[in-house]
Structure formats: structure tokens, C-alpha cells
């Protein structure tokens, strides 16, 4: 989120879709209600099903799965045809007025400028700004001499223009401002109709409600964005929130209390996970993963470490020009001693990446033999699918597999999975050790919520019987590695024997030592030059200023940086005074970065430091102190003056918001543009030519089919999660297991009346890949929609049984898991697979 | 509702008898407002381990930590002071306390052998040590030092971990700074999906 | 209830006056549930079944999201679902809290005969007393909401208790505190109808809901547990909600004018039979409409 949770009280006006925060997230929601009980705040939904959130909304759109993109491509079509923008926010904390090199190509065909059909990738030259400071309108364009735009053949890969051409009327014909308005004026209220399955008048009607925050011309009020995994598992997913943060950028909502781009992360520390890089492509903070043409430390940093590009006139903080800090802190804390100077902070330590190790081409790779080993710490890949059946299989070819539960999970016991026989059971020659790990009341440690809110719990019983903590399984087996490599040498040793590891007691590592390593400290006297305030050796760090690039400081995470200080454990803080009234609570936990509530918050002021609403004044600047000041952190350098016209978003080299992402940051183009989903029922009335995101990911072995209308699989499906459920876990839990008992799926009632199905009668789903038995629910919450002109059905099957669970062991289900369905199709931003939209037949069983 | 009449006649005779008439002893009436089970407990704050509003949550356990006593968890209720939930809780995390003491809990490591059809308990020790010699064996099988090009890349393609959502940030730290040691690049987290 | 807030007002199958009544200041309570802020997660029904440990009870799938077709014994707090489709073509999916509506003039405590089986306390509260009880379940008969529910094998009634034991210590009940969206209210019933009429105006004033009102029957001489209703003309359509909920006129009698026969036990047993005839009596009726509900839950309700 770039808000809060609590921040959603300040909204007037709430857009959730993608997302359905009353079942997933309601505790969190109660903020949402706050809004619409004291605010008179307004909330529109829309979700393929009429949900427990929708049952309190103020407008409801039943929406065909996976067409979010062309609803958003209206709504920002609206925005701009009925002038419902802040101009001022636009025009100076966007890239509106950027212009765009000549050749940039619009995909009205499907595809951008630069495609190489053969090759299946974009060449994203063009896909950048015009090098030039301020630009005269007047001045030559040629918006038609496009020719593609394939660069020369061995031109250096394309950077970013120091000195971006602009023009402040957005008037120009190749500024963002105009490309954006020539490509969303495809996107008609009539066109998205036929897509998405809305009634036209439905779509202007939601446009209208939510972009009526900027009716008058005024910018006081603000409007959130909420979404969830709803939009994230998408073959076009990081697209879907492109969308909305384009659309919040041109209302100016971003940085402001009550608005924001808000994303509903679905479990307790996966925001933590993520921050902490616990996948492939990122190291700690985000930082990026080494490659192999990073042939040293030099090469890696100057790739991660960007330069300004920005118009001359305008200031930018560039705050990733800070990345050899952060990495050399990093570095020294994962190494020690062992890290120096002079061998690259032992930099060659670190794997090169040049594939994508993503979770889905995991499974695929051991499906295809490559992977002999795994670890599962509390992860269910076989019920988390996609495509569970292949999991398995794939599982069957490990050599071994290492799980670490509470309960007795799918993946376990993969091999004893439904339909094995004895006979075949005998041949599967995984080796498998469970491993009784501690649940959540019995271990302490930090988890991040979605807020960014970094929160200390405490145990509260010993683990049960001879079940271990986490942290003492894990460093057992390391260290039970490291003294076989010191006994028999082995690849590469060098990392696995200097691995910091200084806990007091290594086997079993204290979590408050592991969160101080990772706040980190100063090993010599370091001095901050802005405020002269010197942290000695030896002593817990203040805050990123003071990381290094020289070896003198450590950091597990740069962003965490603050969270463990000399003044102790700010995560462990209880504070619940909240002066401002804004929902802020400085004083509880702690959030990243530098404790800081709501992202971007420079933004919440106009261009002279002032807050667009007075009432609702996060920060603004104090010109007799000459410095940033307010209820929260000020997200910014803090004695920028407003006449510096610095840009509010200082992780973007640029500055400013991008409505327009250059040079294939975003591998799908700079705009979004809606494609199908990988098993869609239409044929993509934009451009049937290139139904699919061409750079989407579709993984080839003989188990990834896509199955098509074709072929009869003709019933739109999606998945999602109950409330009175989570995951794979509550159906261990028999509070849980009587509130939602046995295994459904949701079928239109007229649906139900066609293939004679009544509630209550066990139904067979089945897609291209395999198959899930449950009890129909038939209802009136999922309608029949016209989708180009045709009549099609959804259903939904919520995801929360698999073969082993109280329901499962006592026989009362079909022991099915829903992600047997699902396709492993993957965004090529965010590696997500596509859970949320595919094909299937539906019958009786 | 199936109380037969038979039943019926039963109970109300006896009814008839033990009530009324001579009047009504008060104090026996007044009493019995159940003594509230958080009375005496020990609370330790925590966060829900499920979704990422991150509500606290106060367990409560009988045994007030002292050196003999072995805790007992007896209620889990939410935390009225975390400005997130304000004390409110979900169904899943109202329901927290069943999944504490819940008799579905592994409890003791267990190994199950290539092509067996059961599970069998094993040590701690001895399903660490053979975990260990797995690893570096299948590390040391396939370890690339340099790719076709000639870069160093060390890494181990072989290996995969995947980390829960309920993963503490320090233990997901550990786990970076000890698999990319190994050279593991199959690192993946529910955060992925 | 040494030490505590609990003053009991009036008991079951008592003739005498109640000793204490009235020796203390007390305030009354009220639940506010405002179900157009319910997102029926059943968050409070969990939280009831955890605070007062009743066991495990098994359901089974019905074609709807409500967790079993009406309260029991030990589950005595439940979200009915009910679907409506409007004739503006718009769709409602109510979720209303359903639990004991702690009448301030309570058919079960009339309707009981057994001496302290059923206390009013001086705060509203309506409590019963197991270890009373002789299982007679008039008070099923009493109850214009068919709240109180018969364990079979205990042969004792249950119902919604509304936490006395927490609200003796000073907390307020389970289902109150965990309620994610704040659609559940405690406090005084002075506070709670202030409360909910000013959620009724604004609903009235900023949404569609022109007919929003509250929920606070007469018939029963108010309730301390109210509701704030989208549609307070039509309470039937919130799962069965009655529109004028009344004690049973035999009840009234029981307890009414005919209060004094109370006390022979010869006659105890002739109004018993009469009341149990009212209380099983149409059992083929009943059959039916389960039936009817049934099936209309099969038809996506």
C-alpha cells in the first residue's frame, strides 16, 4: 500500500476491485466502513461475483475476469474527455508532459513500436523520452513517421536522457499527455461493454461517481484505489495496476491521506518476504540481482545505480543513487570480515542470474528433471499450484524434499496424492523429511504488513511436543552444511564457510540479534554530514543516511534501517497517541521507509508546499524554517524548497509519477493495453490479430495445455477465498472447518437451470489440465454476461480444500484441489501465474 | 426438537414439585454469572498470523511464565489497544485458539523412504545430517562456477527453497543469507503468488 | 455476583418480590447492530462459540454461505443470508446477526416455571440459570424470536447469555469486540438508540436506503439488543425478522391476570399442557416450512 489501513478513513471516495477486502482483509476494512460512517465516503466494487464487499457497497459492477484493463482504460478515457484531472498535480509531479521520442508506436494493432516478431521480444528504444528541456508546441513533430521503430543494429542499449524534453501545456503532439488521451479514446464506453460484459451506462456511471472528486474543478477531495490479487494474477497483472496508478496519478490522488494506489497483500509477512527478497530477482530492499555480465562489483553498481533524467529546469532526489551504499552494506553484513575492499566486498559470493528462476519455471524445471532438491518452510506448493497435478509430477522426479509444517500438507505427501497406486507409489523415489516446525504463538519475530508496518510479536508457549523453531531447523542444517565442506571441501566453498554467523548461540539464533543485524550498525565512527551527528563503532544505526559505501557500515536491509536503533527496538513500540487525527499512530511499530505512514506524501501539498486539503495535512513546508515539516515523515529531501521544483517521486530517476513507463521498465509496454487472458472466451475485439500480451510467459511442457472454446471449454472460471477460510491452513482448524464445511463451486443460477444442476449436487469442473469435484452452490450473485455479443457464464470455486484437512481425512470431499485447474500462464513483470481467469467445462458428477 | 410427550409429562411433574410455592431462596438464584475465564491468565501480544492487516492479538495462558510451570493457552481474543483492529478480529483469527492446541500438530520429525508407502519417525539428528549430505551432494553435482560465456556466476540450479507467508523477517533473512551463500537461485516465497 | 454489576430485576416462576431490586444504581445495556455495515463474516459467531467453549458442532453444505439453518443449543449466534432482488433491478445480499434480542419484557421469563431458571437483570439482560432449568422449554414457546434452543441429552435450554459474565467484569461480550466492521455497538440503550436513529438519518439523507429506520420492537416492550435496518418497513426480509413480535397471548395470561395461579402447582400442569400444545403442537406445519426454506435455498437464496 502506499497508504495505510487506517488511512482509508480519510477517503471520500473508494474503487475496489481486483480485490475483496470484506472477506479477505476485515479487520482492515473497518476503515473503509469509518469512511463511508463518517465521511459519507462512497465505495464502488467491481468483481466477477457480487461479494461480501459488494454486499456493502454503494455501486456494484459484475465484471468479466480478467478484462480490468479495458475498464480502466475507460475510466481514464472519461477522466480525460470530461477534463476530471489536477491539472497542476499532472502537469508537475507526472511525466504528462514528457515527450516521446519520434518512432514510438501506439499498439492499436496490439503491439508497440519495435517488435520482433521472430524473436517474440520488443526492442524498446523508442519506448523512451526526447532528450531537449522545454519544448515549444510549434515545434517539429512527426507523429506518423513511425516506421516501427527497430533501432539500428548495434546501438548501445538505450538510457534514460539526462535532459528530457517537455512541454508544460501538454500540447504537444507526442507528449504523454497526448499518446495517453490518443490510446484510452479506443477504449469506448460501447468497445468495453463487449469486453467486459458491463452495460455501457454502468461503466459512465462508475466513471462518473468515481472521477466526481474533480467535478468542480476542486482538490480537496481524494479518492483510494484498493486491489488485491484479483488483479495481480493476470497474464497482464502488473499492467492492471499500471492502470490504476495512471488513473490516481492523473486525479492527483497518489501521496495524499485517503488516497493512494493501495495493494491488499493476502498474508501476514509477505510483504516482508518480498521486501526481505525471499524470490529470485531481488536482493534485500529491493535491490537488483547480480547478472552475469557483472563481471565485478563496479559494473554491478553502476547498472543499479541510476542518473537523474529529468528536465533541466527541474530538480530530482534520485534516491537509488544511494544503491552503492546500500550494497555495500548489505554485503558486509552477509560477509563479515570476509567482505573487503579489496575483493569487491566479496561481491563473486553472490549467484549470477540470467534466467528467470521464477516460481512456476521451478516446478517446471523439476517437472523436467532439473531440480533434485527442495525446501518447503511453511510453503504448500502442491495445493498453491497453478496447475497442481504437475507439481506433483514434478515432485515425484526430486531426489528429495524437505518440508517444514505444523500440519500434515499436500506437498508432503504428494506421493501418497489421489489416484497414486501402491504400484506406482513404489516408484516414486523422493526421499522426503517432515519437519515439525512452531506456529505463530510460539515464536517471536517482526511481521510487515501491508501498511509497510513493521510489528514485533512475542511468544507466548514452547512449540508442542518435539517440534523446533524456524530459525534453529534452518541453522541446524546450515551449519551441519558448512561442517561438511570444511571436512570435504566441495564447489565453491568460499561463501558457505564466511557467511556472517556471530549469533550467541548459532544453532538456535536469537531473532532479536538476526533484527539488529539486519537494522545494522557502524563498525567505525561514522558522521552524517547533514546534521553533523556522529553514531560510534559498534552502535545500532539511526537511519539510511548513515549507511556506507567504504565498509564501515552493515545492513541486512536498507530499508529497515531505523527499525532497531541505539533508542531500542522501534518495532516493538506500543504508542496509540494519534494527534493529527489522520490515523498516522507514529509511535506504534514502525514503517518503512525511515518510519514514514504514507508514501509520496510531498505530493499531498501543491507546487508552493501547501496541502491540497488543509484538513487533512500530512506534511507541508515551513518557509521561516526553511524545511519539510508535518504529521508524518516527510517523503522527501527535506530542505527542498518549493521553488526548487524537485519531484515529489524520489525513487523514479525522473522525479515525477510515470503515466508513460520508458525503455520496457514495465516488459509489456508503456501503457496498459488489454489483452485476453490466456484461455478466454472472446477473441479481443481491439485487435483479434494479438488476442494475448505478446510477452506474457507460457510455459511448454507436455502439462501446461491451454484449452479453448474450441474444444468446448466454454465456462469463464476464477478462484478466490472465503472469509471464514484461509489458504490451506484453516481446514485444519474446526471452528473453520464448521463455518464453511465441504469444498463448492459457484454457478449461475440460469447456468444451474441450463445443465440441470441444483444446490447441493456434487459437480465436475473440468479445464485442459485436470479436474475438481464439490458440491454446486447455485446462486444469483454471479449473472450471465453478453460478452461481444455472445451469452457466457462464470463460475467460482473458492480454493481452501486439497486431500488432507479435517473435511478431506474424514472422507467428506472429492479430495480435488482447485488449482488443478489453473493454468501456469506468467505476467512478465511480476512472474505471477494467472489464477484468476481460464476455461472450463462444467457437468454433473 | 423431538422431546416426546412422555418426556414432557416427566419433567414437568418434577417441575412442579421443586418450584415455587414456598417461595424462593434469592441468594441461589443471584449467583452463577460464569467466572470470566481471562481472570487469571497471562497475556503475551502477537499478530495474527493470517492476512496482512497484521491485527495483535493477546493470548491468554494460565501459568505466569514462572520457571515450573509449563504454560496453557486458554483463549486468544484481539488486542483493544493496536490502533489497526482495535480489538476486532476475523473469523480465522477469532478462531486462533484452535489452532494452538490443535491435535492435527506434527510433532516429531518423520522421514518417508524412497518408494515406501508410510511415514516413519526419525531423529532431529540424524534427518539433519542426511538433509546436509543431500544438499552439498546435489550443490556440488551441478554447481556452475562460469556460464558458456565465461562470467562467473556461481550457482546452484538444483536446489530449490520456497518460504511461507508466515515466515518471520528474520528468519527470511537468514534464509537469503544462507541459500544465496549456497548459491541457490530456485529462492522463491509465497510473495510470488 | 459478589462484587459485581449484575442486579437481578425479575425471575422465572418466582412469587415473591426480588430481594435486592432496586438497591443499586445500575445502567441498562444494548447490542446495536447495524446490518448495513454487516459483511457477514461470522466473526461473532466465532467469537461466541470460543468464549463460552461449546463443542464442535458439524454442519454441512446447504447451498448458502450461512453456517446452519437456525441457532442451537450451543450456537447462538448466527448471520442469516438472505438475497433480494429489487425492482430497480439492483441486488441486495442482507446478512443480519441473529441471537437472543434480550427483550425488556421477556416471553421466556414469563413463560417459565421454574423457580430462577430465567433472570431479568436490572441492566436487561436476560440470563438463564441451567442448573434451574427443568427443561420444560415454555420458554421456547414464550419466545416471539425462537431464540432459546433444547440440548437434548442435558434436557437443559441455551440461549445468548450477552456475555453476562463479561459485562459483569466490566467488558463487553465477545461477539461486541470482535466485530471487524464496527456493525456491532455496545453500550447504554440511551447511547445505542441515539446512535443507531443518527445511522438511520444518515442512510436516510445519503444513500438510497430511503426507508432506514430502527429496529426496537414494541410488542416486547423494547429490546436490548437493536438494529438498524436498510429497510425498516420490511423487517421480514432480514431472515425472518418479526415485524410485531408479541409475547403469546397464553403466555401474557400465564403471567398476566392469571399470575396468581401460578403458584398452584395443580394448575401448573393443566397450563403446561396447554402451552406445550402451542409448542409442538402443528408439527406437520412446521415440517413444511423448513421444507419450503429448504428449498428455496437450493434456488440460490
Known sequence: MTNGWIDIKNTDMMLIMGGNPAENHPCGFKWAIEAKRNRNAKMIVIDPRFTRTAAVSDLFLQIRTGTDIALL????????????????????????????????????????????????????????????????????????????????????????????????????PRCVYQLLKQHYSRYTPETVEKITGIPKDQIIKAADMFTSIRKDGSTKQVATIIYAVGWTQHSSGTQTIRGAAMLQLLLGNVGRAGGGVNALRGHSNI????????????????????????????????????????????????????????????????????????????????????????????????????????????????????????????????????????????????????????????????TVYRLPGAGFAEKDGTFVNSARWLQWKYAAVPPPGEAKLDQE???????????????????????????????????????????????????????????????????????????????????????????????????????????????????????????????????????????????????????????????????????????????????????????????????????????????????????????????????????????????????????????????????????????????????????ADELKISGGEKVKVTSARS???????????????????????????????????????????????????????????????EFKGFLVKLEKA | MSSTRREFLKISTVGGIATTVLGFDVTSAQAQARELKIARTTETRSTCPYCSVSCGVIIHTLGDKAKNVTAQVVHVEGDPDHPINRGTLCPKGAALYQDILNERRLLKPQVRRPGSDHWEDISWDQAIEEIAQKTKKARDDAFIERDANGFTVNRCENIGFTGGCTDTNEFNYLVVKTMRSLGVVHLENQARV | MAGGTLQIKAISGHAGPVAGANTSRDYDVCKLVDTTT??????????????????????????????????????????????????????????????????????????????????????????????????????????????????QETKKVFKCTLCSDRVNAGLEPACIKSCPTGCLHFGSKDDMLALAQARATQLREHTSHRNAGVYDPEGVGGTHVIYVLHDSSNP????????????????????????????????????????????????????????????????GN
Open chain 1, 271 to 430: 510483504q516482508g518476504a518480498t521486501d526481505m527478497a525471499g524470490i529470485f530477482d531481488i536482493l534485500p530492499g529491493y535491490l537488483k540481482v547480480p547478472v552475469p555480465k557483472d563481471v565485478d562489483f563496479k559494473t554491478y553498481l553502476t547498472r543499479i545505480t541510476p542518473k537523474p533524467a529529468k528536465p533541466g529546469e527541474w530538480q530530482s532526489f534520485n534516491y537509488w543513487s544511494n544503491s552503492p551504499r546500500f550494497a555495500v552494506s548489505l554485503l558486509k553484513s552477509f560477509y563479515g570480515s570476509a567482505a573487503t575492499k579489496e575483493n569487491d566486498f566479496a561481491f563473486h559470493y553472490l549467484p549470477k542470474v540470467d534466467k528467470n528462476y521464477s516460481w512456476a519455471e521451478l516446478w517446471d524445471r523439476m517437472y523436467a528433471g532439473k531440480v533434485q532438491g527442495l525446501f518447503a518452510f511453511g510453503m504448500n506448493g502442491v495445493a498453491i499450484g497453478p496447475n497442481s497435478q504437475k507439481n506433483i509430477d514434478a515432485l515425484k522426479r526430486a531426489d528429495f524434499l524437505v518440508v517444514c509444517e505444523i500440519y500434515p500438507d499436500e506437498t508432503s505427501e504428494f506421493w501418497r496424492a489421489p489416484g497414486i497406486t501402491p504400484e506406482e507409489m513404489k516408484k516414486i523415489n523422493t
Open chain 3, 38 to 151: 454487516c459483511i457477514g463474516c461470522k466473526a461473532c459467531e466465532v467469537a461466541c462459540v470460543e468464549w463460552n467453549g461449546y463443542p464442535f458442532r458439524p454442519t454441512s453444505f446447504d447451498n448458502t454461505y450461512q453456517t446452519m439453518p437456525n441457532t442451537e443449543w450451543n450456537y447462538w449466534n448466527l448471520i442469516r443470508f438472505d438475497e433480494h432482488e429489487n425492482a430497480d433491478g439492483t441486488f441486495q445480499w442482507l446478512m443480519r446477526k441473529d441471537q437472543c434480542m434480550h427483550c425488556e419484557d421477556p416471553g421466556c421469563l414469563k413463560a417459565c416455571p421454574a423457580d430462577g431458571a430465567i433472570v431479568q437483570y436490572s441492566n436487561g439482560i436476560v440470563d438463564f440459570q441451567q442448573e434451574h432449568c427443568i427443561g420444560c422449554q415454555y420458554c421456547v414457546t414464550g419466545c416471539p424470536f425462537d431464540i432459546p434452543k433444547f440440548n
Open chain 1, 771 to 833: 479436474y475438481y469435484i464439490a458440491k454446486a452452490m447455485v446462486t444469483r450473485r454471479i449473472r450471465p454476461m453478453m460478452i461481444e455479443g455472445k451469452k457466457t457464464y462464470q463460475i467460482g470455486i473458492p480454493i481452501h480444500w486439497g486431500y488432507r484437512g479435517i473435511a478431506e481425512d474424514e472422507g467428506r470431499t472429492a479430495k480435488t484441489l482447485a488449482n488443478q485447474l489453473s493454468p501456469a500462464v506468467i505476467d512478465p513483470n511480476a512472474f505471477t501465474p
Open chain 3, 236 to 299: 421480514e426480509k432480514y431472515g425472518g425478522l418479526p415485524k410485531n413480535p408479541r409475547v403469546p397471548i397464553l403466555v401474557q395470561l400465564w403471567k398476566g391476570p392469571l399470575k396468581w395461579l401460578g403458584g398452584l402447582s395443580m394448575m401448573f400442569g393443566v397450563m403446561g399442557v396447554a402451552i406445550h400444545y402451542l409448542r409442538f403442537g402443528p408439527k406437520e406445519a412446521e415440517m413444511k416450512d423448513a421444507d419450503i426454506q429448504k428449498e428455496d435455498r437450493n434456488r
Open chain 1, 473 to 751: 531447523i534452518l541453522a541446524r542444517i546450515f551449519l551441519k552444511i558448512r561442517d561438511l565442506y570444511k571436512k570435504e571441501g566441495g564447489k565453491f566453498p568460499d561463501p558457505i564457510l564466511n557467511a556472517s554467523w556471530s549469533y550467541t548461540n548459532p544453532y538456535n539464533p536469537s531473532l532479536t540479534e538476526v533484527a539488529k543485524e539486519i537494522n545494522g550498525k557502524a563498525l567505525e565512527d561514522v558522521t552524517d554530514p547533514a546534521t553533523q551527528t556522529t553514531i560510534k563503532a559498534g552502535q545500532q544505526l539511526p537511519s539510511f543516511a548513515f549507511l556506507r559505501d567504504d565498509g564501515s557500515t552493515t545492513s541486512g536491509n536498507w530499508l529497515y534501517c531505523g527499525s532497531w536503533t541505539e533508542a531500542g527496538a522501534m518495532i516493538q513500540r506500543r504508542g496509540t497517541e494519534d494527534p493529527s487525527g489522520l490515523g498516522i499512530y507514529q509511535n506504534w511499530g514502525w514503517s518503512w521507509p525511515v518510519n514514514r505512514r504514507v508514501l509520496y506524501n510531498r505530493a499531498s501539498c501543491d507546487t508552493n508546499g501547501k496541502p491540497w486539503d488543509a484538513s487533512r495535512a500530512q506534511v507541508w513546508w515551513n518557509e521561516s524554517a526553511k524545511k519539510w515539516v508535518g504529521n508524518d515523515v516527510p517523503d522527501f529531501k527535506p530542505d527542498s524548497a518549493p521553488s526548487d521544483h524537485m519531484g515529489p517521486f524520489i525513487m523514479n530517476p525522473e522525479g515525477v509519477g510515470r503515466i508513460f513507463v520508458p525503455l520496457g521498465m514495465v516488459a509489456d509496454g508503456p501503457f496498459p493495453e488489454h489483452y485476453e487472458v490466456f484461455e478466454s472466451p472472446a477473441q479481443n475485439i481491439l485487435h483479434p490479430q494479438q488476442p494475448n500480451n505478446p510477452v506474457a510467459i507460457r510455459l511448454k511442457s507436455a502439462a501446461d495445455k491451454i484449452g479453448t472454446t474450441a474444444e468446448g471449454y466454454n465456462i469463464v472460471c476464477t478462484t478466490y477465498r472465503l472469509t471464514e477460510m484461509y489458504h490451506y491452513w484453516t481446514k485444519n482448524n474446526p471452528m473453520n472447518v464448521q463455518l464453511q464445511p465441504e469444498p463448492f463451486v459457484e454457478i449461475p443460477a440460469e447456468l
Open chain 1, 73 to 172: 482504460g475507460a475510466f481514464i478515457n472519461y477522466t480525460l474527455q470530461n477534463n476530471r484531472v489536477n491539472h497542476e498535480y499532472l502537469v508537475n509531479y507526472t511525466n504528462a508532459s514528457f515527450i516521446i521520442k519520434e518512432g514510438f508506436k501506439l499498439p492499436e494493432d496490439g503491439l508497440y513500436s519495435g517488435w520482433d516478431a521472430d524473436k517474440h521480444t520488443y526492442d524498446k528504444s523508442t519506448w523512451n523520452y526526447e532528450s531537449g528541456g522545454l519544448t515549444k508546441v510549434d515545434a517539429p513533430s512527426h507523429p506518423e513517421a513511425t516506421a516501427h521503430g527497430i533501432a539500428a543494429a548495434g546501438a548501445p542499449p538505450p538510457s534514460l536522457p539526462e535532459n528530457v524534453a517537455y512541454d508544460p501545456t501538454l500540447q504537444h
